[in-house]
């Protein structure tokens, strides 16, 4: 049974050929050549409409040696937070647990807990609680943080929070369905990460 | 192929990720301190205006401005 094993072994490196990965930064975008070509013969004297891509920037690439800072966008849906901004030092509270990522961080994709999210820029740290969300590291040390919905943590009001979280807890235990009892205990653990973010 | 890795539980009760993000931005705005809090749930505000359609046609639309659902 190892030998057989074994025998399959090379051929996944064989089969590896240099594919790339969705993470790759996608090429610089050039115009179209025949649409170029068909538009110059129609209307040589008028510039060609630009297409939403020509108007992005392509992502920088990665950098041989390791960038000294990390450029942050933290956006939400309704307002860009920080936009290409470079730090030193990003802490946001994964699924998995809290997670620091310096310069040179391995592209890394993080689901965002309710938790605590800062920012550490020389010796100022800038702290939001972020409500859920995503976090993208890129391979070229850019970060992008998406959140639903994050405030300045002087923003919360700790009365509040305690009366949330002994109303949830209570209905945790009268709640009857499944969705009732997740809800109850999503309120549970928000409120509670929000507790431990006003007194940490 | 690995089986279901541990779903959350929210997503074993049947809701989705959507509903479970929505709800947890709305619990971090309602603890919000008060001019915050206002503007933030004001800024969440949901205005629709809903028609019925029959036989091809709409009927009079109705103008709806719920507080968005949870």
């Known amino acids: 049974m190892l030998r057989r094993a074994l025998g399959l072994l090379p051929r996944p490196i064989a089969a590896a050929r240099a594919r790339s990965f969705s993470t790759d930064l996608p090429a610089a975008h050039t115009a179209d050549a025949t649409f170029m070509e068909a538009w110059n013969k129609v209307m040589p004297n008028m510039d060609p409409p630009k297409t939403p891509l020509s108007f ?110 002994a109303d949830f807890t209570q209905k945790l235990s009268s709640a009857t369905t499944e969705l009732e009892k997740a809800e109850a205990q999503i309120g549970i653990d928000v409120h509670s990460a929000l507790n431990s973010a006003l007194t940490g | 192929m690995a089986s279901n890795a541990a779903v959350p539980f929210w997503r074993a009760a049947g809701m989705t990720y959507i509903t479970y993000s929505n709800i947890c931005a709305n619990l971090v705005r309602n603890c919000l301190k008060e001019p915050y809090k206002t503007e933030a749930l004001s800024r969440e505000k949901v205005h629709f205006s809903i028609s019925k359609w029959t036989d091809g046609k709409p009927e009079k639309p109705t103008i709806r401005s719920d507080s968005p659902e949870e």
């Open chain 1, 56 to 165: 992005m920037h392509p992502r920088p690439p990665t950098p041989s040696s390791i960038p000294p800072k990390l450029t942050v966008n933290f956006v939400l849906p309704y307002a860009s937070e920080l936009s290409t901004k470079e730090v030193d030092m990003v802490i946001v509270t994964a699924t998995t647990g809290q997670m620091g990522f310096l310069p040179g961080h391995v592209a890394t994709i993080a689901e965002l807990k309710p938790g605590v999210l800062s920012v550490h820029e020389g010796s100022e740290t800038t702290k939001y609680f972020v409500s859920s969300g995503f976090v993208f590291i890129h391979a070229n040390s850019f970060a992008d943080i998406i959140a639903v919905e994050a405030v300045p943590l002087d923003r919360i009001d700790a009365n509040l929070v305690q009366k949330g979280l």
